[in-house]
């Protein structure tokens, strides 16, 4: 596709419940990213992934997240026992790499997650 | 401190007037500034980037970058009604970490 793709848009889950977010890049993007933003906020980082390894996981909140790029394209954000504080949009963006300080993120149109 | 610190806002102009949009940063060693735009309920869009202390000028924007003050400002002439949106100030910190600030909310009115 032209942009990059995140699926479902909208996800409502119960407390507890294990919810997957999926991210097709832009075709020929190598780094991927993950943010995620509460109402109000900017966007917060979650975690980097150049190819199929994860450069940098710093902003996983705790070990309820995890993601994975197992071909170096498409990722899943997988998030276990979900709790009402994980409530927010989860977006994605894709670049070029190397990143070299252009700073052009190509973000989809997130994934809306409401923990009920 | 927060990385990058934004006022959130709102910032009200009347149209044709310029906006003028601040942000300050807490790692002394960043080298890369950036403007994103986001409307409500979209995703963040680049609109400007700056890496050396001085003016860029693109447009009816300007990026302003002191390093000396860590500090990042955009301008926006003749601003208009399309204008209004929620303005993200980010910062590259780390090796292409890049953090954002919480936004300023600008609107203008016709």
């Known amino acids: 596709g032209a942009g990059v793709s995140q699926t479902p848009s909208n996800k409502v889950t119960e407390k507890g419940k294990y919810v997957e977010l999926r991210c097709d890049p832009i075709?020929?993007?190598?780094?991927l990213y993950w943010y995620r933003q509460s109402l109000g906020q900017g966007p917060e980082f979650l975690i980097y992934f150049q190819g199929t390894g994860a450069a940098d996981d710093s902003g996983l909140p705790n070990d309820r997240f995890f993601a994975v790029r197992p071909e170096g394209s498409v990722s899943t954000l997988k998030i276990q026992r979900t709790e009402r504080g994980d409530s927010a949009v989860y977006l994605c963006a894709s670049s070029f790499s190397p990143f070299e300080g252009t700073g052009e993120l190509f973000f989809g149109e997130g994934s809306r997650l409401t923990v009920l | 401190q927060k990385e990058v610190e934004q006022n959130s806002g709102p910032l009200s102009v009347p149209e044709g007037a310029i906006a003028s949009l601040n942000c300050t940063y807490s790692?002394?060693?960043?080298?890369?500034f950036f403007w994103y735009r986001q409307y409500s309920g979209k995703s963040p869009e680049l609109i400007m980037s700056i890496y050396s202390n001085g003016d860029k000028e693109d447009g009816r924007f300007t990026a302003q970058l002191n390093k000396a003050s860590q500090y990042v400002s955009l301008l926006i002439r003749d601003s208009q009604p399309s204008d209004s949106a929620t303005y993200l100030c980010a910062v590259l910190t780390g090796f292409q970490k890049l953090v954002f600030g919480t936004g300023t909310r600008l609107l203008v009115s016709p």
């Open positions: 790692d002394r060693v960043s080298q890369s």
């Open positions: 075709s020929g993007h190598t780094a």
